[in-house]
T-cell receptor, first 112, second 112 residues
Framework: EDQVTQSPEALRLQEGESSSLNCSYT??????LFWYRQDPGKGPEFLFT???AGEEKEKERLKATLTKKESFLHITAPKPEDSATYLC?????????????FGRGTQLTVWP | KAGVTQTPRYLIKTRGQQVTLSCSPI?????VSWYQQTPGQGLQFLFE???????NKGNFPGRFSGRQFSNSRSEMNVSTLELGDSALYLC???????????FGQGTRLTVV
């Protein structure tokens, strides 16, 4: 069964304290891995797509990496505005972009 | 360009009633997917429509149904509402060959 697991469930960081979020996946074949950010009461906002092991993508204080079994979202020197739930999702090989498997997310809180 | 639009944003319904939610995708996007998000289960895939045809279906009871119109707008219907149907319902759209799916703000359904 295709499965996506995120850890930790919740993370509290002080402003400037760097850390990483983990997304491990067990799928029949990976077509793509996606990171989204979701603010309370809003829809997920796209951050990154990764396709192959070793690939890295960066955007401001965020960097996403991918291995054959997991992905990491590294947050460098976070600010309070980075507080949100970060969701990881996978597209299974042979399936469409419209059918994603999501993890339950990591709720990140950055305090001043 | 305009994003994915979901209406209404909030709904309160009584157990046993039925409800219809609407989603207008980004212009040019022919794939529309629906997800249910709850605190306990996270984001779960309901179904995907492409060119007015259901292309994928998740593991939800037959009370959950959907359709897509020729202009790619989609509706989902839930009949005989149960308390457990209370959730944020999210719609996502994508275009063939794209590398990301875009989400709407969601419809918050409360069943009392």
């Amino acid at each position: 069964e295709d499965q996506v697991t995120q850890s930790p469930e919740a993370l509290r960081l002080q402003e400037g304290e760097s850390s990483s979020l983990n997304c491990s996946y067990t799928v029949s074949g990976l077509r793509g891995l996606f990171w989204y950010r979701q603010d309370p009461g809003k829809g997920p906002e796209f951050l990154f797509t990764l396709y192959s092991a070793g690939e890295e993508k960066e955007k401001e204080r965020l960097k996403a990496t991918l291995t054959k079994k997991e992905s990491f979202l590294h947050i460098t020197a976070p600010k309070p505005e980075d507080s949100a739930t970060y969701l990881c999702a996978v597209q299974v090989r042979g399936s469409t972009l419209g059918r994603l498997y999501f993890g339950r997310g990591t709720q990140l809180t950055v305090w001043p | 360009k305009a994003g994915v639009t979901q209406t209404p944003r909030y709904l309160i319904k009584t157990r046993g009633q039925q409800v219809t939610l609407s989603c207008s995708p980004i212009s040019g996007h022919r794939s529309v997917s629906w997800y249910q998000q709850t605190p306990g289960q996270g984001l779960q895939f309901l179904f995907e429509y492409f060119s007015e045809t259901q292309r994928n279906k998740g593991n939800f009871p037959g009370r959950f149904s959907g359709r897509q119109f020729s202009n790619s707008r989609s509706e989902m219907n839930v009949s005989t509402l149960e308390l457990g149907d209370s959730a944020l319902y999210l719609c996502a759209s994508s275009r063939q060959g794209d590398t990301e799916a875009f989400f709407g703000q969601g419809t918050r359904l409360t069943v009392v």
